[in-house]
């Protein structure tokens, strides 16, 4: 089992900068994925960016390659999301989820952080 915890949402300014993260309680199994998706207003949730637990492998949309970056500190089980850059577009609720697959079908989720892009 494992649990999710975001935080660090909050409002910016376009081309702002944030930072979430996702706490992980239980340990990862080594093949997970954790993910950071979102879901903006009236759109579907979204694939965000992914990096496998056990390596170094990382994955991206192609909405936030460049601007964002996905990284994890093990020793304290957490998993950050830079996001550099921002636009209207990223105005969202952001999820963190734990799967197998880099892309979708994840088995958790947490409950969510907003970030809100404004002028």
């Known amino acids: 089992?494992?649990?999710?915890?975001?935080?660090?949402?909050?409002?910016?300014?376009?081309?702002?900068?944030?930072?979430?993260?996702?706490?992980?309680?239980?340990?990862?199994?080594?093949?997970?994925?954790?993910?950071?998706?979102?879901?903006?207003?009236?759109?579907?949730?979204?694939f965000v960016a992914s990096a496998r637990w056990s390596d170094s492998r990382t994955y991206y949309a192609d909405s936030v390659k460049g601007r964002f970056n996905i990284s994890k500190d093990k020793a304290k089980n957490t998993v950050y999301l830079q996001m550099n850059g921002l636009k209207f577009e990223d105005t969202a609720v952001y999820f963190c989820a734990a799967g197998t697959s880099p892309y979708d079908g994840y088995f958790y989720y947490g409950q969510g952080t907003q970030v809100t892009v404004s002028s």
């Open 1 to 46: 089992q494992v649990q999710l915890a975001e935080s660090g949402g909050g409002p910016v300014q376009v081309g702002g900068s944030l930072r979430l993260s996702c706490a992980i309680s239980g340990r990862p199994y080594s093949s997970y994925v954790i993910a950071w998706v979102r879901q903006g207003p009236g759109k579907e949730r979204e």
